[in-house]
């Protein structure tokens, strides 16, 4: 249905501030829980340039730490995937391999440190997940048992550490479920179901990332086909923020899923309208969206309307090729323009 991208959410970001090493953490706390609460605050109301504002302060006072940088990282990855924006790419780069370099020294210095590891873990799982969705499959599953090999140990470290599961949960979760792109490793279970259990201790028992969890069982559902759950668990988190750009995607698909064209085309609607009033437009986005206004026209028998939605997407296309979220859908809206044609010669 679409290219599946599980990222994790930049709850991350307020799990890893909990578990600073004490040191550091009664060195920094007083003025790093204040920037870290505002930034974390702007993030989840998707102002991203406030929040990113807010994290870089964190490099400014820390550059040895990998704290800042991660937390950058995190944002830029939420803004690129929410938005099909990727004007920020090459600053996520920039900012995640930073924080997988700094991370990595610091585990050096400090090897039994859960928060270190966890630090370490959480970006190279960012790196890897923006190495699957364009491609890199080899950097991806090394980055991915890398970054599960850094979460189990602060889990072995910290056992209460019940946010780790979060991150556990989707390693062992997406693994399986993309265990096809691996055939020719003999080692691949099957652990989806163990994945969603341990996303549930994340939701359950964790102390930051139960609503970050759950929002991430909007996309493990959607790739189980199990559209109710993803609508059910998609009211369960809007009240964090009813217009978040993820949240209404995942819904929209579900409804796809469904085959329940009127409720996507509502949702597909109503998320253009937030995709067009935001600062982090990027018509990518908008091209998927009118696609599938299109299609759910057609499948309603709105002719005249789907040729209307396919023609506003097609003046995109110039604006749209290569952005790795636009390119699968370059050949749907060909696909859809075909089928329109014949059906109105039909008639």
């Known amino acids: 249905m679409l290219k599946i991208i599980s990222r994790f959410s930049l709850c991350l970001t307020i799990v890893f501030l909990s578990y600073l090493e004490p040191a550091f953490a009664e060195e920094i706390k007083p003025d790093l829980d204040s920037i870290i609460v505002r930034g974390v605050d702007f993030i989840r109301r998707d102002k991203f340039d406030q929040g990113i504002a807010e994290f870089k302060k964190v490099i400014e006072l820390y550059p040895d730490e990998p704290a800042g940088y991660f937390f950058v990282g995190a944002s830029l990855q939420g803004l690129i995937d929410d938005y099909r924006n990727e004007k920020y790419n090459a600053e996520f780069e920039k900012y995640i391999n930073l924080a997988i370099k700094k991370g990595n020294a610091k585990v050096d210095e400090n090897p039994n440190s859960a928060s270190e590891h966890f630090y370490l873990g959480g970006a190279l799982g960012y790196r890897g997940i923006y190495r699957s969705f364009r491609g890199n499959w080899w950097g991806a599953f090394r980055d991915g048992g890398n970054a599960y090999s850094h979460l189990k140990k602060a889990l072995e470290l910290d ?105 996507a085309q509502n949702t597909f609607l109503y998320l253009l309208n937030v995709l067009k009033s935001s600062p982090y437009y990027d018509p990518a986005g908008e091209y998927e969206c009118r696609y599938w206004l299109a299609f759910t026209n057609f499948n309603l028998g709105n002719l005249q309307s789907a040729q209307q939605e396919l023609n506003r997407a097609i003046q995109l296309e110039p604006e749209v090729k290569g952005n790795d979220y636009a390119e699968p859908f370059l050949d749907k809206v060909k696909g859809l323009q075909r089928e329109i044609s014949q059906k109105l010669k039909s008639k």
Do not use: C
Request: hydrophobic share 40%.
């Open 159 to 263: 056992p209460q550490l019940y946010d780790a599961y979060y991150g556990v949960g989707a390693y062992h979760y997406w693994k399986s479920a993309k265990s096809k792109l691996f055939w020719w490793l003999p080692f691949f279970g099957d652990e989806r179901k163990k994945g969603i259990q341990e996303t549930m201790i994340a939701i359950q028992k964790g102390k930051y990332a139960n609503t970050e969890a759950a929002m991430s069982l909007l996309r493990i559902y959607l790739e189980e086909k199990d559209y109710p759950s993803v609508i059910k668990w998609g009211e369960e988190v809007k009240k964090v923020n009813p217009d978040n750009p993820f949240r209404l995607w995942m819904i929209a698909y579900a409804y796809i899923g469904l085959k329940n064209w009127d409720e």
